[in-house]
């Protein structure tokens, strides 16, 4: 009896140990993934507009934190292995994009969590788009944090993107925009913004884009940091 005992105390010491393993082996995969945006970044003028407007956002919410971005227009978004971006970017490159124009339009309001500044979806831009995601998603590892966050809120069809590609709002739901300004947790106090900051002079401006880039990607979406990037010529 009693080697039966120590026989199942061993037992339990050895599962216990394997479950162990594997919750370190999960844990430590996960710490090998991060959040990164696949975006374009637009020439210098453009780029200083968004400034612009993100400093009179910001005067007319003083309470909210104005999160650090590089200003860009997301094509994708996705949690990737570090060692897998220089496959990433070959990819990418692959595609031989050419510079062109985008038409930024009117100023909204999403989710009570950003400012946009709408891109028109050009076919050249949806197609573009469309081919990211068709050789980028297949390094994606895991959904976006705050696209689990929202899961259990969000209609079948962005659960199904979701499961899929990692994040909603991709392929024919695809609505591409500059944010200019994010915060989080939502705030109704950003639904003023478009109208204040609407202005004939930021309407249907033209802009090239110049690169596309891989960057560090913050919760709510922002760049943080450019990662490495493809110039288009």
């Known amino acids: 009896m009693r080697c039966n005992t120590l026989s199942s105390w061993a037992y339990a010491a050895a599962l216990i140990g394997t479950l162990c393993f594997f919750a370190h082996s999960v844990i430590a995969a996960e710490h090998d993934i991060y959040e990164y945006g696949i975006v374009i970044i637009p020439e210098k003028e453009c780029v200083n507009s968004a400034k612009n407007l993100n400093s009179i956002i910001k005067k007319n919410l003083p309470d909210l934190e104005n999160v650090h971005n590089n200003w860009h227009v997301t094509l994708y978004h996705g949690a990737y292995k570090k060692e897998d971006l220089p496959k990433i970017k070959a990819a990418l490159a692959a595609l031989n994009t050419k510079s062109f124009d985008m038409k930024f339009t009117k100023f909204y309001t999403t989710a009570d969590r950003w400012v946009d500044w709408g891109t028109e979806k050009t076919e050249l831009l949806q197609r573009l788009h469309e081919n990211v995601v ?3 998603s297949p390094y994606h590892k895991r959904p976006l944090d705050r696209a689990r966050d929202v899961y259990n809120l ?4 962005r659960k199904k993107q979701i499961d899929l590609y990692g994040v909603p709002g991709v392929m024919e739901l695809y609505n591409p925009h500059m944010t200019l300004f994010y915060t989080y947790p ?4 950003i639904q003023i ?41």
């Open 193 to 233: 913004i478009p109208e204040i900051i609407k202005n004939d002079q930021y309407e249907n401006v033209i802009c090239t884009a110049t690169q596309i880039a891989i960057g560090k990607l913050g919760y709510n979406g922002n760049i943080t940091e450019i990662v490495d990037t493809i110039e288009l010529n």
């Open 134 to 136: 068709k050789v980028v």
């Open 186 to 189: 939502a705030n109704s106090s």
């Open 154 to 157: 969000v209609d079948l069809q």
